[in-house]
């Protein structure tokens, strides 16, 4: 179970990013992991890409680099007034990412960065079928999370970080196929790729 902290770096925006900065040391750094899944993607500047649980925008300023049609999704008004402040570059969308308020066959490209183990497990599965509606044939989602360590020195530091900011969600996640649910759901699903002593996994899935 997660302690004050975890309120406290939702509240405190230096905060969340201190935290931040520091959990991404392991993979050289935040810009380094804020952009790991979109390694080897080739994205066009006309390109419709979400950016689904956008946070603040700690993703959606790399990936306004790419794209001049980036949308940021997020069901936290005060995340979305940052992210507006943050990369004013993007469009942005107050809505839960189990239920999108997009047409299907909308986008290119789905991105969401260390999002998904906020999910209970039947929100999980909703997640992925509306990802999978909202992307165009041949559209790629693209995700980066937690993923059980294969190297046991990182099980120390994953342990205390969940204690610390996260919640069960988490913790159900690193037991998670994440890739079989992808596949369940008809996507094209390459082999993940895990960084930090396996504690992250990248996944592209294609529809």
């Given at each position: 179970m997660a302690?004050?902290l975890?309120?406290?770096?939702?509240?405190y925006?230096w905060?969340?990013d201190?935290?931040?900065?520091?959990?991404?040391?392991?993979?050289g750094g935040?810009?380094r992991f804020?952009?790991l899944?979109?390694q080897g993607?080739?994205?066009?500047?006309?390109n419709?890409?979400?950016?689904?649980?956008?946070?603040?925008?700690q993703?959606?300023?790399?990936?306004v680099k790419?794209?001049?049609?980036v949308?940021?999704?997020?069901a936290?008004?005060?995340?979305?007034?940052?992210a507006q402040?943050?990369?004013?570059?993007?469009n942005?969308?107050?809505?839960?990412?189990?239920?999108?308020?997009?047409?299907?066959?909308?986008f290119?490209?789905?991105?969401?960065?260390a999002?998904l183990?906020?999910?209970?497990?039947e929100?999980l599965r909703?997640?992925?079928?509306e990802?999978?509606r909202?992307?165009?044939?041949?559209?790629?989602?693209?995700?980066?999370?937690?993923?059980a360590p294969?190297?046991?020195i990182?099980w120390?530091?994953?342990?205390?970080?969940l204690l610390?900011?996260?919640?069960?969600?988490?913790?159900q996640?690193l037991?998670t196929d994440l890739?079989?649910l992808l596949?369940?759901?008809g996507f094209d699903?390459?082999?993940p790729?895990?960084?930090a002593g396996?504690?992250?996994?990248v996944?592209q899935?294609?529809?």
């Open positions: 302690t004050i975890r309120d406290w770096s939702y509240r925006q905060l969340y201190g935290i931040s900065r520091l959990a991404a040391v392991s993979v935040e810009a804020r952009q899944a979109l993607l080739t994205i066009y500047s006309d419709q890409v979400l950016d689904l649980c956008c946070g603040s925008g993703s959606t300023q790399f990936l790419y794209s001049q049609n949308t940021g999704l997020d936290s008004p005060l995340s979305l007034r940052r402040q943050n990369v004013p570059e993007a942005y969308v107050e809505a839960f990412a189990e239920n999108m308020p997009f047409a299907d066959n909308l290119d490209v789905v991105h969401t960065s999002a183990h906020e999910m209970q497990p929100q909703k997640i992925i079928s990802v999978y909202v992307l165009k044939p041949g559209g790629v989602f693209t995700l980066v999370d937690f993923h294969t190297n046991a990182f120390p530091g994953v342990s205390l970080f610390l900011f996260e919640t069960e969600t988490a913790w996640l037991k890739a079989g596949t369940t759901a699903v390459g082999k790729s895990l960084y396996g504690s992250l996994q996944i899935a294609i529809k």
